[in-house]
């Protein structure tokens, strides 16, 4: 069964400086694997996704996130945080192929503060 | 807006009552997925529909039932209601593609 997780529940970080967020899969072969979003009171929002090729992978909201398949990871980069990327972000995992039955699996989400 | 519509934004209901969530997915897709997302349980997959046929079940309740209607959109009720059950209810849409999340139904129950 696939899964994932986000060792991180919560992180602080100032305005300005460099963040990344961990995310760690299990699955059987290589994923797709997304990043969300999620502002106070909103809805999850698709950052960015990987499904093949070039494991560095550009988001919106200046975003990225590299594919190490080594290390089972996916984790999330910005260079210089803002305040308005105060939110929680939410890793997700899901199977290499379509059909009527796909399902991707979340992370338990990480928190981002951002202190001025 | 992110194309996937729900209905209504915030609900408030007694305890023992029963309501129903709405949801119209994205145009073009054909799967929609219900989650609950509360502070101590986090974002719990409830139910999945694809074309009006039940594909997936997650931790969804015995007294909580979904459906998928010809137009796609959906429907999600919960009866019985608990103090439990208030959270944050989302649908949303799509498949291997990524998922379109609507921007939720608060229900709070007193």
């Known amino acids: 069964a696939q899964s994932v997780t986000q060792p991180d529940i919560h992180i602080t970080v100032s305005e300005g400086a460099s963040l990344e967020l961990r995310c760690n899969y299990s699955?059987?072969?290589?994923?797709?694997l997304f990043w969300y979003v999620q502002s106070p009171g909103q809805g999850l929002q698709l950052l960015l996704k990987?499904?093949?090729?070039?494991?560095l992978v550009q988001g919106i909201k200046g975003f990225e996130a590299e594919f190490k398949r080594s290390q089972s990871s996916f984790n999330l980069r910005k260079p210089s945080v803002h305040w308005s990327d105060a939110a929680e972000y939410f890793c997700?995992?899901?199977?290499?192929?379509?059909?009527?039955?796909?399902?991707?699996?979340f992370g338990k989400g990480t928190l981002l503060t951002v202190n001025p | 807006d992110s194309g996937v519509t729900q209905t209504p934004k915030h609900l408030i209901t007694a305890t023992g009552q029963r309501v129903t969530l709405r949801c119209s997915p994205r145009?073009?897709?054909?799967?929609v997925y219900w989650y609950q997302q509360s502070l101590d349980q986090g974002l719990q997959f409830l139910i999945q529909?694809?074309?009006?046929?039940?594909?997936a079940k997650g931790n969804i309740l015995e007294r909580f039932s979904a459906q998928q209607f010809p137009d796609l959109h959906s429907e999600l009720n919960l009866s019985s209601l608990e103090l439990g059950d208030s959270a944050l209810y989302f649908c949303?849409?799509?498949?291997?593609?990524?998922?379109?999340f609507g921007s939720g139904t608060r229900l709070t129950v007193v």
């Open positions: 949303a849409s799509g498949g291997y593609y990524g998922y379109t």
């Open positions: 145009s073009g897709d054909l799967s």
């Open positions: 529909y694809y074309n009006g046929e039940e594909r």
């Open positions: 990987y499904f093949s090729g070039d494991t």
């Open positions: 699955y059987g072969a290589t994923p797709y």
């Open positions: 997700a995992v899901g199977p290499n192929s379509g059909g009527s039955n796909y399902k991707l699996t």
